[in-house]
């Protein structure tokens, strides 16, 4: 079964960097699979933040995040990293990742494919 676990969240400045870790186990580690960062607020479902598929490290990002975050894999531990550099207010978030088949065999941010989520870890970037 699929079995994914997020750390790295915290409180910063606008401005300031984090770095999320997504540790995936052995089932979830497929080069047929995108595994994927999402992000939710109260007032916002979860969108689709940055995407990585592991087949081949094709990404992809949300307009709101492109040239600020950045999304890696490293295969030896089975981790998917988000770096996130210049961090702004509306940042903050539960920050998520989940891991899918996409037909498309590449990354997505499409809500739609994922259905298996880690538990999140929250990010706070203060004004």
């Known amino acids: 079964q699929v079995q994914l676990v997020e750390s790295g969240g915290g409180s910063v400045q606008a401005g300031g960097t984090l770095r999320l870790s997504c540790i995936a186990n052995e089932y979830t580690w497929s080069s047929n699979n995108c595994i994927t960062w999402f992000r939710q607020t109260p007032r916002r479902w979860r969108e689709g933040v940055a995407a990585i598929y592991i087949g081949g490290g094709a990404t992809a990002y949300a307009d709101s995040v492109k040239g600020r975050f950045t999304v890696s894999q490293d295969n030896a531990t089975k981790t998917v990293y988000l770096q996130m550099n210049n961090l702004k207010p509306e940042d903050s978030a539960m920050y998520f990742c989940?891991?899918?088949?996409?037909?498309?065999?590449?990354?997505?941010?499409?809500?739609?494919?994922?259905?298996?989520w880690g538990q999140g870890t929250q990010v706070t970037v203060s004004p």
């Open positions: 989940a891991a899918a088949f996409v037909p498309s065999h590449g990354p997505s941010l499409d809500l739609r494919y994922f259905h298996d």
